[in-house]
């Protein structure tokens, strides 16, 4: 086996994978390290320190942690100091370090705060792990939030009480907190002082984020999103996981009120089979999420809707699958995203009768990937002619061109006098399946 450097770390590389919420999480333990005195590693350059950020989600996103710790070499054949955070960390804990002898650290979503310490044991020779759940936050912990890119990330409420039945959240990420008020108004002044002009507040169930307001009201995320948006150079809102059973009647009003709310809702349905659905422990059903977009289509007509999807769970049986095609094709999906379902170990579903075939969930993830990619580019070609706002996020690939983002979430380039960070009206005059043309006006 290879040994690892045994001096303090100097320069680093944070790699996430999996969800919104570790790139957040990956931001914040570079912003951690960096305030420690070390250094981000530039691209194609060694790094001392090497934190894989890890998703636990599906086996494959696992499988391939252990993959890339095996990849993990320098240039003079030595291997860095490994950390593994995320999900993976949490759920295989020190077993990591059985199956990979290089990773020397082990850190969960719920203690990177100590990662610098963690970092300074390993480097003089010994393990460290931790994987504890403390109710207490790290965010306190973590420095203030200073340089921003013109789309942030804010973690707003972590964890997951719905115990679906094929998921790992609720054991990865712990119960559901919400993180106080005041820290969030906080945080997101920092992060438009430093350049955010975006800001997706995050959280595995978003939209069962609860607070006290400085008044001491209690208030959902329709109150904190009315409160950052009255920040004028907040020029946009998005929030991201919701769940069905707590889009609340604030939250929905809030769509059609608010300006800076951006028109697009990620509202994960999973399935269009009732019975399915009660096996995953859903608490919804097929028609109880359609009435539910319908009042949220009465609030804000143009609103984008986004979904996932698992295909092959446990005794779906075809025309079980017909159902979520047909519920596809009821809602008119703006994009989504669809799996096969994959057996996590402790989950309820993964010991339930009847599993999938492979092949069998082969061809139904490709019907519903058709269904829903001929639904995309229909959204998107129904918003040729639109004159809307982008966000400009980075420059193109060819001269004069750049990159943003419509309020429906669509890609959008152009090309003309611009800069990062600046709102410009375009008009949509080429769609395609995963990004369109604007015109800047
Ligand atoms: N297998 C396949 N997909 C899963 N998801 C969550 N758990 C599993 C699993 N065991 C999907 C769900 C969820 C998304 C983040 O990942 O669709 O909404
Ligand atoms: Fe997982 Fe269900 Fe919680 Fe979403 S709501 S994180 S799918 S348990």
């Known amino acids: 086996m290879s040994s690892t450097v045994n001096t303090s770390p100097k320069t680093f590389r944070v790699k996430s ?105 390993a480097a003089s020779g010994k393990r460290a792990t931790e994987t504890d759940m403390p109710a207490e936050a ?68 978003v939209n069962a984020w609860q607070g006290e307001d400085d008044k001491g009201r209690s208030i959902g995320l329709d109150g904190l999103a009315r409160t950052l948006a009255a920040d004028p150079d907040l020029k946009r809102i998005r929030y991201t996981t919701s769940h069905p059973n707590d889009m609340t009647d604030g939250l929905i009003a809030a769509h059609g009120e608010l300006e800076k709310l951006m028109p697009f809702l990620h509202l994960p349905v999973q399935a269009g089979s009732d019975r399915v659905l009660k096996a995953m422990n859903r608490s919804h059903t097929a028609d109880s999420y359609l009435k539910l977009l319908d009042r949220i289509r009465a609030a804000r007509p143009d609103i984008a809707l986004s979904g996932d999807f698992i295909v092959g769970f446990p005794g779906e049986t075809d025309a079980e699958f017909e159902a979520t095609l047909r519920l596809v094709d009821a809602v008119g999906y703006a994009q989504a995203f669809s799996f096969k379902y994959s057996p996590r170990p402790g989950t309820p579903a993964a010991t339930m009768p009847d599993h999938v075939p492979a092949p069998v969930m082969d061809e139904r993830l490709q019907r519903l990937q058709a269904a829903l990619n001929r639904d995309q580019l229909a959204f998107n070609q129904a918003s040729l002619g639109k004159t809307c706002q982008v966000l400009v996020e980075r420059r193109g690939k060819h001269p004069g061109q750049w990159l943003g983002k419509s309020p429906w979430l669509q890609s959008v380039h152009f090309v003309g006098e611009s800069e990062i960070g600046q709102m410009v009206t375009v008009k949509l005059v080429e769609a395609g399946p995963n990004s369109l043309a604007g015109q800047l006006i």
Do not use: W
């Open 17 to 121: 994978f999996g969800c919104q919420m570790n790139v957040y999480d990956g931001e914040r333990m570079a912003e951690l390290l960096a305030a420690e005195g070390m250094s981000a590693a530039g691209e194609g350059d060694d790094a001392d320190l090497v934190v894989l950020n890890t998703c636990h989600i599906r086996e494959k996103a696992t499988e391939k942690v252990y993959s890339d710790i095996g990849r993990l070499r320098r240039k003079d054949g030595s291997a860095p100091l490994i950390a593994v955070a995320g999900c993976v960390a949490q759920a295989e804990g020190e077993e990591i370090m059985t199956r990979a002898p290089s990773v020397k650290v082990v850190v969960g979503p719920q203690s990177y705060h100590r990662l610098p310490e963690m970092v300074a044991e």
């Open 138 to 205: 790290k965010f306190a912990a973590l420095p203030k939030r200073r340089k921003s890119a013109p789309t942030a990330f804010l973690t707003v409420q972590e964890g997951c009480d719905k115990f679906c039945t094929y998921c790992v959240v609720p054991y990865t990420r712990g119960a559901e907190i919400s993180r106080p008020f005041a820290d969030l108004v906080e945080e997101a002044k920092l992060l438009v002082a430093g350049g955010a002009r975006e800001i997706t507040l995050l959280g595995q169930n």
